[in-house]
């Protein structure tokens, strides 16, 4: 679904706070084609929902149909939750429901998965736009259709819009007037080819800089359609040099031709949107003023990415069908290259995830979620039986004085290195480092619920991280450095398994007390000694030789744990 934010007719307003007249405050929402997108708070109040009669439209999943409302007043601009389910946050804090939370310039909003940024103009007005700034785009407006007069609209002149350019052969041009049009096809293709198809902001800017030089257009508009929110909402816009008057700073669209092409996926033309009889009848076209219209889907495999809106508000009958058949041109390969954009940051989001997943998980596992085109981050969590693995070093502190930061460094990166080489090996999880301790997760993963080695695999692998750190010592010992020595506990039973954390940054992990059993094991451990659980000896006491260290009593827990040492795997 794609929706349209619309706003009454902008005008300036007087700020009751310091008597100045100025622009309204507004809210910034980035988009995720990284355009930014400006809901102007031009209303006494301003709602923030779910629904389309909302004044301000996000869709999420988190967000209830009439969520929050912004309340402009003499005082300031007022945020009040209106007992949303998920609530609503600035600047981190969630404020209570029925709360007046007064905004500042700056402050960020965070309804749902959206962040919104609020803007003061009467102070914001007088920062400087920076160079990158489109000066143009704060000025478009999607002004609201007339309820009334949607049934009674009709488009007069309509073109199927195809996503490829039709060139026709050879043998099928009978004379210069269509060899000169497949030509400018041909030669605008060309044009915009030579732009970096990774490079989507300067590829828009071409588009329109083509369109200016072949057409009487006045103002252009590229719409784009936000692949997370469904939202159209501009990206880019164009004056005709010499046309930047005050009469053509408001740029003013027209829901009611929006609406229809997006919906039909057909090209409009009208050769006078004031005097056509159907269109005419729309608020949006006759406050707008647009004489003549010439706007575009853009869409690439079936699928509506934006719209070309362009327009001439001085020039009756300016565009023609001719006209229109060199704007698609245009349109369809601004649109293949939208989409390969989408499918680029699709790609390095994937790398992304891919590398982060690698950090704690074994290669093996990361491709196979990698590969599942349903595996998400979710903050979520399960019960499960998992084996939990702690390892330090023993005297760390003392070592730490007596050696030089880069050198305790050097030294961690190598033992983690090592470490971390054993975990995967053996298919377990990199849960965290903490300072110098390694906390490791066997068996906790879904796709491990039948897997009835994961104890085995994790006791293998502490056995191993001796040898590991008998290597360490080795190089240490050669280079007159001080030994180095670790102490192992490993503890396996019911936690709670997941991705913990915020938005921003989420982290798998395992909570609970068989996590806190292992390292309060892994603290009782003596010098390069490995001590399990009895739940995680009695699941591998045929194939690991083991001896008794004897009962234990830790802090939080009624009964005392019995606790062996792994000497071998048999």
């Not at 629904?51 to 007043?73: E, M, P, W």
């Not at 785009?137 to 199927?160: D, G, M, N, Q, W």
């Not at 590969?371 to 070592?399: E, H, M, W, Y």
């Not at 290597?471 to 240490?476: T, Y």
Request: with cysteine.
């Amino acid at each position: 679904r794609i929706i349209m934010h619309t706003a009454p007719r902008r005008s300036s307003v007087t700020n009751l706070r310091n008597g100045k007249t100025g622009q309204p405050a507004r809210l910034q929402l980035l988009t995720s084609h990284g355009g930014k997108m400006h809901f102007r708070l031009d209303r006494d109040e301003t709602t923030i929902g779910r629904k389309d009669d909302n004044g301000i439209v996000l869709t999420c999943t988190k967000i209830s149909k009439r969520h929050a409302v912004v309340l402009r007043t003499s005082d300031g601009y007022f945020l009040k939750d209106l007992n949303s389910s998920n609530g609503v946050k600035v600047n981190g804090t969630l404020i209570a429901p029925g709360e007046y939370c007064l905004l500042i310039d700056g402050d960020v909003l965070t309804i749902g998965t959206n962040e919104l940024t609020f803007f003061d103009d009467v102070t914001d007005a007088t920062r400087r736009p920076s160079a990158s700034e489109d000066q143009y785009l704060k000025l478009v407006t999607i002004l609201p259709s007339e309820r009334k007069y949607e049934e009674t609209v009709t488009i007069r002149a309509e073109v199927e819009a195809v996503e490829h350019t039709h060139f026709r052969k050879i043998s099928e041009v009978e004379d210069t007037v269509t060899l000169r049009e497949d030509y400018e096809k041909l030669r605008l293709v060309h044009e915009l080819s030579k732009v970096s198809p990774n490079d989507l902001t300067q590829l828009l800017l071409k588009s329109l800089d083509l369109i200016f030089e072949i057409l009487p257009v006045d103002r252009g508009v590229v719409l784009l359609v936000d692949q997370n929110t469904g939202i159209l909402s501009p990206h880019k816009v164009k004056l005709r040099e010499g046309k930047a008057t005050e009469q053509l700073r408001e740029i003013l669209l027209s829901s009611t031709i929006l609406s229809k092409v997006t919906t039909s996926r057909k090209c409009l033309i009208t050769s006078d949107a004031c005097e056509d009889p159907d269109l005419g009848k729309a608020a949006s076209v006759k406050v707008g003023q647009i004489r003549s219209v010439i706007c575009v889907p853009l869409i690439a495999h079936n699928r509506v990415h934006g719209i070309l809106h362009l327009d001439s508000r001085n020039r009756i009958n300016s565009f023609s069908p001719k006209d229109l058949s060199l704007v698609q041109a245009i349109s369809n390969q601004t649109a293949v290259a939208i989409e390969n954009s989408i499918l680029m940051k699709v790609s390095e989001d994937k790398v992304r995830q891919t590398e982060q997943l690698g950090r704690f998980l074994p290669p093996h596992v990361v491709s196979k979620m990698t590969q599942d085109p349903s595996f998400t981050f979710k903050k979520s969590g399960r019960l499960t039986t998992g084996t939990i693995v702690f390892a330090d070093i023993r005297g760390f502190t003392n070592l730490s004085e007596k050696s030089g930061p880069g050198e305790v460094v050097n030294l961690l990166n190598d033992y983690f290195e090592r470490l971390v080489k054993i975990v995967f090996k053996y298919d377990g999880i990199v849960d965290k480092y903490i300072g110098d301790a390694l906390m490791a997760d066997f068996g906790t993963l879904e796709t491990e619920i039948d897997d009835t080695d994961t104890e085995f695999r994790a006791v293998c692998a502490t056995l191993e991280f001796k040898q590991a750190i008998d290597e360490i010592n080795a190089e240490r010992t050669r280079l007159h450095k001080e030994p180095i020595a670790i102490g192992v506990g490993v503890n396996t039973g019911e936690l709670l398994a997941g991705y913990i954390g915020s938005q921003r940054r989420l982290e798998y992990t395992c909570i609970g007390d068989t996590v806190n059993t292992s390292s309060r094991i892994c603290s009782m451990a003596d010098i390069n000694q490995v001590l399990i659980s009895e739940s995680t000896y009695e699941r591998v006491k045929t194939r690991v030789d083991a001896r008794p260290v004897g009962l234990r009593q830790f802090k939080g827990k009624q009964k005392e744990v019995m606790v062996y040492e792994a000497i071998s795997v048999i």
